[in-house]
């Protein structure tokens, strides 16, 4: 039996990364970038807030309170631990400046900015198909689809 180098191993294992397989880690990091909430944190951190796709979006630092402001509905808890996950998977930098009060600012790693890419385009299709989905949503209600 031949030993590996450790390189040689993590290099076999990301091989056989496959989501389809119930022990996969990968499921794990589908299920946490498929969340609406880190989608919306993701577009915001990218520049996306205004949904204008005419102009082109510049990545930026936030702060909390301006997240918090700007995706509405989400509890101070779930920004937290949503903020905190991304940090922890890398997808996010968390700046503390020591100023009274301190100042935390959040911002978009390359590798967060590459998952960005990819959500920008998941909110705006669902932007720009709402109402298909919506009329196909009342037509299966109601028996007539």
Known sequence: ????????????????????????????????????WVVLLLCALGGDATGDAATAPKPRAMRYSELSRLLAGVSQKMLTQTLRNLERDGLLTRTVTP???????????????????????????????MDEVLAHRAGHDDGTA
Request: one cysteine or more; glycine letters at 4%.
């Open 1 to 36: 039996m031949t030993t590996k180098t450790a390189g040689e191993q993590r290099a076999r294992a990301k091989q056989q990364y496959n989501a389809f397989f119930a022990q996969c880690p990968s499921r794990q990091l589908l299920d946490r970038v498929s969340d609406k």
């Open 99 to 129: 100023t009274v009060p301190v100042t935390v600012c959040y911002e978009l790693t390359a590798l967060g900015l590459s998952l960005y890419e990819m959500s920008r385009g998941v909110r705006s299709w669902a932007q720009s198909h």
